[in-house]
């Protein structure tokens, strides 16, 4: 069973930060690309930030500079180290792990993690 369980949600005041974790079980890690999306209400699921396997990172223009990703394969966790945190950043914030093979696509998700940001 495969499982992704994000933590490290939290409410912050503006310019703080925060670091999500996610740890992942079920699957073969390393050979899966992870990356962060987010929610925010009333909104569409947004990508925030990926890495792929080899560790090429990607990120929304809008937290570019701010946001870290970062993965452990000896952990099996991903990373998302937020600085500099805004109001716009308050979301669910999902971790979620891909691979494709062949022509089949696998993608799972974690139950998500509320990052509040105050003014």
């Known amino acids: 069973q495969v499982q992704l369980v994000e933590s490290g949600g939290d409410l912050v005041q503006a310019g703080g930060s925060l670091r999500l974790s996610c740890a992942a079980s079920?699957?073969?890690?390393?050979?899966?690309?992870m990356a962060w999306y987010r929610q925010a209400p009333g909104k569409q699921r947004e990508l925030v930030a990926g890495?792929?396997?080899?560790?090429?990172?990607n990120y929304v223009d809008s937290v570019r500079g701010r946001f870290t990703i970062s993965r452990d394969n000896a952990k099996n966790t991903v990373y998302l180290q937020m600085n500099s945190l805004k109001p716009e950043d308050t979301a669910v914030y999902y971790c979620?792990?891909?691979?494709?093979?062949?022509?089949?696509?696998?993608?799972?998700w974690g139950q998500g993690t509320q990052v509040t940001v105050s003014s």
């Open positions: 979620h792990a891909g691979r494709v093979a062949g022509t089949r696509s696998y993608d799972y």
């Open positions: 890495i792929t396997i080899l560790g090429s990172r």
């Open positions: 079920g699957i073969i890690f390393n050979i899966h690309n």
